[in-house]
């Protein structure tokens, strides 16, 4: 019959004065115990400047190339993240103003059978604001007169260009900013937004491009 081993104590650390005897501490890793080094990450095994899948791929977000903070995005914005009055007011007289010179001036001279001429320019007004302010502002948000100042339209809710078929709908809800006594055309003065009231119904905002 054996005799009774009682199970092995911690280590009891020395008392003051005494010196540490083999067994009173925890062993560390000695020279040789460690993996071997080929088991560690080796320089080169990260992934480097250009390995990473390209814009798009490899389900990582993709930010709104329009958005801004105050639309499309939920964020509060100041005055500065949209243009301003006087922007608009220009880009707009870039996109009407000269035609309304030139048809003016041969509405004035042409009579009798020169005024055939007139038709074809009214005509070729209507064209040109048909592509210039429904389809290519549809688009790309930006006229001839926005692109010049630099300016674009956008959707308040997702930043990005409405469409040639909204943006004829903006241009027919002008008439409410109209029938007011243009008072419509003045509400970016102090609009937080700075829209007109078809902004408003359409939900847009003119923004730096």
Request: with cysteine.
């Amino acid at each position: 019959m054996t005799g009774y081993n009682p199970p092995p104590s911690e280590p009891t650390p020395p008392q003051w004065g005494q010196q540490p005897q083999p067994g009173q501490y925890p062993q560390y890793p000695q020279p040789g115990q460690y993996p071997p080094a080929d088991q560690y990450q080796q320089p080169g095994q990260y992934q480097q400047p250009g390995q990473y899948p390209p814009a798009g791929q490899g389900g990582y977000y993709q930010p709104n190339p329009y958005a801004q903070p105050g639309y499309g995005s939920g964020q509060p914005a100041g005055p500065g993240a949209y243009a301003s009055w006087a922007q608009r007011v220009g880009a707009y007289l870039i996109d009407v103003l000269p035609q309304i010179i030139v048809l003016g001036l041969f509405g004035a001279i042409l009579r009798g059978p020169a005024v055939a001429l007139l038709v074809i320019l009214w005509l070729a007004s209507l064209g040109w604001i048909i592509y210039n302010r429904w389809i290519q502002a549809g688009r790309t948000g930006q006229s001839l007169g926005r692109k010049t100042l630099n300016i674009r339209l956008v959707s308040e809710v997702t930043g990005q260009p409405i469409g040639p078929a909204m943006a004829f709908a903006r241009d027919l809800c002008h008439f409410v900013d109209s029938v007011i006594c243009y008072i419509g055309y003045l509400f970016p003065l102090w609009d937080p937004k700075r829209q007109t009231l078809a902004d408003k119904i359409v939900k847009t905002v003119v923004v730096p491009a």
